[in-house]
């Protein structure tokens, strides 16, 4: 029996969604492909956990579906915006308005506090107000556990209180979805826990959709779904089977 459009019309829409997604190098004398018709779809508020070895194509994966690169060819479909037919301003409107990000790294601007940096995304919006501006970098700060903390700049903050401070920064727009890409690589093991309970703590409480890339497999098991990509191609790993 076909499904009935009045069914089909309830199903939730993905907030990311992909067909036969492809990413090819041109080198000197060949062409080598990353993977090649990749099928994904998340919907809002789910974790999304992405897994595979070095040099598997998982960070590239990420940078396509968070619209930092182009896929070599392919569907994508980001916040109801179809990606593949926008250039790269129309591109970054759709990072500033719906999407934020946690490195490994941090990525966090060494000359300026953690509340300059947790305020910094907001500086690009026309209107910009600097009481309105303070006043949200200090609720997301106090949520991530750093109110004492907001006038001291990296150097002097643990890897942990900096990838905090980078959280924050990610969410001071309201974001409907957060990349993470090894968001714990730099992280001791306790310090490590404590930022991944972080991050689904957030989600569950804010709604926000979570896709994050790690090579730690707990972290992936811990996610509502995991992907690993193997060989170019996208394999997900079904919980209880």
Same mark, same amino acid.
């Given at each position: 029996?076909?499904?009935?459009?009045?069914?089909?019309?309830?199903?939730?829409?993905?907030?990311?969604?992909?067909?036969?997604?492809?990413?090819?190098?041109?080198?000197?004398?060949?062409?080598?492909?990353?993977?090649?018709?990749?099928?994904?779809?998340?919907?809002?508020?789910?974790?999304?956990?992405?897994?595979?070895?070095?040099?598997?194509?998982?960070?590239?994966?990420?940078?396509?579906?968070?619209?930092?690169?182009?896929?070599?060819?392919? *569907?994508?479909?980001?916040?109801?915006?179809?990606?593949?037919?926008?250039?790269?301003?129309?591109?970054?409107?759709?990072?500033?308005? *719906?999407?934020?990000?946690?490195?490994?790294?941090?990525?966090?601007?060494?000359?300026?506090?953690?509340?300059?940096?947790?305020?910094?995304?907001?500086?690009?919006?026309?209107?910009?107000?600097?009481?309105?501006?303070?006043?949200? =970098?200090? =609720?997301?700060?106090?949520?991530?556990?750093?109110?004492?903390?907001?006038?001291?700049?990296?150097?002097?903050?643990?890897?942990?209180?900096?990838?905090?401070?980078?959280?924050?920064?990610?969410?001071?727009?309201?974001?409907?979805?957060?990349?993470?890409?090894?968001?714990?690589?730099?992280?001791?093991? =306790?310090?490590?826990?404590?930022?991944?309970?972080?991050?689904?703590?957030?989600?569950?409480?804010?709604?926000?959709?979570?896709?994050?890339?790690?090579?730690?497999?707990?972290?992936?098991?811990?996610?509502?779904?995991?992907?690993?990509?193997?060989?170019?191609?996208?394999?997900?790993?079904?919980?209880?089977?």
């Amino acid at each position: 029996m076909s499904q009935s459009s009045t069914d089909k019309s309830i199903m939730p829409q993905a907030i990311i969604s992909a067909q036969q997604l492809t990413q090819k190098i041109k080198l000197a004398d060949k062409e080598l492909c990353i993977f090649e018709n990749l099928n994904l779809a998340i919907h809002a508020g789910e974790q999304v956990a992405i897994t595979g070895r070095s040099g598997s194509g998982k960070s590239t994966l990420l940078g396509i579906l968070a619209t930092l690169d182009q896929a070599s060819s392919g *569907h994508l479909q980001v916040c109801g915006e179809v990606v593949e037919t926008l250039n790269e301003e129309q591109r970054a409107v759709i990072r500033l308005k *719906h999407i934020g990000f946690v490195f490994q790294s941090f990525q966090l601007l060494p000359h300026l506090t953690a509340l300059e940096n947790v305020m910094l995304p907001l500086r690009l919006d026309a209107k910009f107000h600097y009481a309105t501006a303070e006043q949200k =970098a200090l =609720a997301l700060l106090e949520r991530v556990g750093l109110t004492r903390q907001a006038a001291q700049t990296p150097k002097v903050l643990s890897g942990g209180e900096q990838q905090r401070v980078a959280i924050a920064r990610a969410l001071i727009r309201q974001p409907k979805i957060i990349f993470a890409d090894e968001p714990t690589g730099n992280l001791d093991g =306790a310090t490590a826990k404590e930022i991944e309970q972080l991050l689904f703590n957030l989600n569950r409480e804010l709604g926000t959709t979570l896709v994050l890339v790690t090579h730690d497999q707990q972290l992936a098991q811990q996610c509502q779904r995991h992907f690993e990509l193997h060989d170019g191609q996208l394999i997900e790993h079904i919980k209880g089977s």
